[in-house]
């Protein structure tokens, strides 16, 4: 059941990865997002394949027995669809970026914003 979990935080950590260490290197930072947006089409493809509904969650906040905030993922067949259609066009979106921002002195602050907003 890491799955899921990879579709959703493979574009986060390249985000973080971009921000902190890739500010000198431009075209380190669009391998990246466009590594970790198609690591999440592909998990979202695998996810896809199986018919069963799935659900995973586990304790995000704990204080002290008062109070617990759960985080949880449920994989159903609505889900799995969406998975792969944001992330196909997130990947198509990656893709064609590279091109528009070939030249551009953002183009670290831009790829690690769209890896954010994958994630999101």
Do not use: N
């Not at 493979?10 to 000198?24: C, Q």
């Not at 466009?34 to 995973?56: D, G, M, P, Y």
């Amino acid at each position: 059941m890491i799955v899921p979990w990879v579709i959703l935080l493979a574009p986060l950590v390249s985000a973080t990865v971009i921000t902190l260490f890739t500010l000198r290197w431009k075209g380190v930072s669009s391998s990246i997002s466009i590594a970790a947006v198609l690591v999440s089409f592909i998990c979202s493809c695998l996810i896809f394949a199986h018919r069963t509904v799935a659900a995973a969650e586990f304790t995000w906040i704990d204080i002290s027995g008062a109070l617990q905030v759960p985080l949880g993922l449920t994989l159903d067949q609505l889900s799995r669809t969406m998975a792969v259609l944001v992330s196909a066009v997130g990947a198509v979106i990656h893709i064609y970026s590279l091109g528009y921002m070939r030249d551009d002195e953002g183009k670290s602050r831009y790829f690690a914003a769209l890896s954010l907003f994958m994630f999101a």
